[in-house]
């Protein structure tokens, strides 16, 4: 597609629910970040995923949390038993290369609502 | 560890002026890269202008410059004829050049009154 494609746009889902959220990166492009918005706060990185490489995954706040990527393309991120604080916009980028100027492009993020 | 800080978490500006939004980083590094994102209402992050650390010229995109300032760890952006479009959350990021981490500051809010 043209852009970063996520979905859904938006979820609303009960604590203690599991919840998927997926991310279509552009294509060709190897290198892919989710981050979180949480309300008032900048963006916090969750994961990073760059060809078949292992992901770094230092970001993730818990084991509650896991993403992983298929095929090099699709990114789905996880979230097992959703608390309240996992409330958040999250947002999935990616980019041709993973280092120096290049622009990563960004999604429009799910907003999840853990109710 | 990188760190970004946007000290006005929210600015106002009368259209067709000129703001300037404020953004200061640590590192110990030489070799990065700095970025200032635009988040309009529709949560998708738009690239603004990108600034090279080892380049000493300031970037300009139109409207829109920075004033990088290497030694105080500096990165404003200045955004001239302020246009009601312009209204969005802006976000100064930083890069290491043997990094690939995005690290972004909480953010300034930006408000165009017509």
């Known amino acids: 597609g043209a852009g970063v494609s996520q979905s859904p746009s938006n979820k609303v889902t009960e604590k203690g629910k599991d919840v998927e959220l997926r991310c279509d990166p552009i294509?060709?492009?190897?290198?892919l970040y989710w981050y979180r918005q949480s309300l008032g706060q900048g963006l916090e990185f969750l994961i990073y995923?760059?060809?078949?490489?292992?992901?770094?995954k230092s970001g993730l706040p818990s084991d509650r949390f896991s993403a992983e990527r298929t095929g090099g393309s699709v990114s789905t991120l996880t979230i097992q038993r959703t608390q309240q604080e996992d409330s958040a916009v999250y947002l999935c980028a990616s980019s041709l290369r993973p280092s120096g100027p290049t622009e990563a492009f960004f999604g429009q993020g799910t907003r999840l609502t853990v109710v | 560890a990188q760190t970004v800080t946007q000290s006005q978490p929210e600015m106002s500006v009368q259209e067709a002026e000129t703001v300037t939004l404020s953004c200061t980083y640590d590192?110990?590094?030489?070799?990065?890269?700095l970025f200032w994102y635009k988040q309009p209402p529709s949560r998708q992050m738009i690239l603004v202008i990108r600034?090279?650390?080892?380049?000493?010229q300031n970037a300009t995109e139109n409207r829109f410059s920075v004033n990088f300032q290497k030694a105080a760890k500096s990165f404003s952006l200045k955004i001239s004829d302020s246009q009601l479009g312009d209204a969005a959350m802006y976000f100064c990021a930083y890069r290491s050049g043997s990094n690939y981490k995005l690290t972004f500051g909480k953010g300034t809010l930006l408000t165009v009154n017509p």
């Open positions: 294509s060709g492009h190897t290198a």
């Open positions: 600034q090279e650390a080892y380049k000493q």
């Open positions: 590192t110990s590094e030489s070799d990065y890269y």
């Open positions: 995923f760059q060809g078949n490489s292992a992901p770094d």
